[in-house]
């Protein structure tokens, strides 16, 4: 039913759709995966502990307490990264799941880890700039911080940790790419 309701509205341009008649087929094993599983913790856990080395926020203070609240805090960011990001990539018919490299060599490899922290592969497989992952960062960045810390922090300290989250995806993806080299464990949560 909601594939046909766009015939009806007026405000798009001629020949625009909002939704195929397709019906969605949100991904949502690896959405649960990346916000509430190993990889999604490992990744929480380690901004929590960065945070928590460079005492923000202050009032937290650096004791256990202030660590569960910044494990909590980060643990929200990512609930409103990946839901942005999956909620966007159903919504333009976008893969933004990482795959590895089929190529041979080391830096072909690192260029397809990068690039895929980026972008997205349509249906057809053309790899295009990922608006769901891009957006994703700065949602998970912004509304914590115009939201739990207004008096602090405004938009702009938002667009500066959405920019260090999509920093550190480029690292988390020659992980990906690589972990072939971890240890047995380690291997395991790359594969979120």
């Given amino acids: 039913m909601l ?6 509205l007026p405000l798009l341009p001629s020949g625009w759709t909002i939704m195929s008649s397709q019906p969605l087929a949100l991904d949502l094993p690896r959405y649960v ?13 380690a901004s929590s502990a960065i945070n928590q080395w ?24 990512n ?29 072909p490899r690192v260029e397809d880890a990068l690039v895929q922290n980026v972008t997205s592969r349509t249906r057809s497989g053309k790899r295009v700039v990922s608006v769901p992952i891009i957006a994703g960062a700065y949602a998970g960045s912004i509304m914590p911080a115009e939201t ?18 999509l920093a550190t995806g480029f690292g988390i993806n020659l992980i990906r790419e690589f972990g072939e080299v971890l240890p047995g464990p380690l291997l395991d949560l790359t594969s979120a």
């Fill in 33 to 45: 995966k990346s916000t509430v599983g190993p990889f999604g913790h490992l990744r929480t856990a």
């Fill in 79 to 107: 609930v409103i990264r990946q839901t942005t990001q999956y909620g966007l990539s159903e919504a333009m018919r976008l893969d933004t799941g990482f795959e590895k490299s089929k190529r041979k060599g080391c830096w």
């Fill in 54 to 77: 460079n005492d923000t926020p202050e009032e937290w203070e650096q004791v256990a307490k202030g660590y569960g609240k910044r494990f909590a805090s980060n643990f929200g960011k």
């Fill in 3 to 8: 594939g046909q309701c766009h015939k009806h």
């Fill in 148 to 165: 739990w810390y207004p008096d602090r922090f405004s938009y702009k300290d938002g667009l500066r940790w959405g920019t260090y989250s």
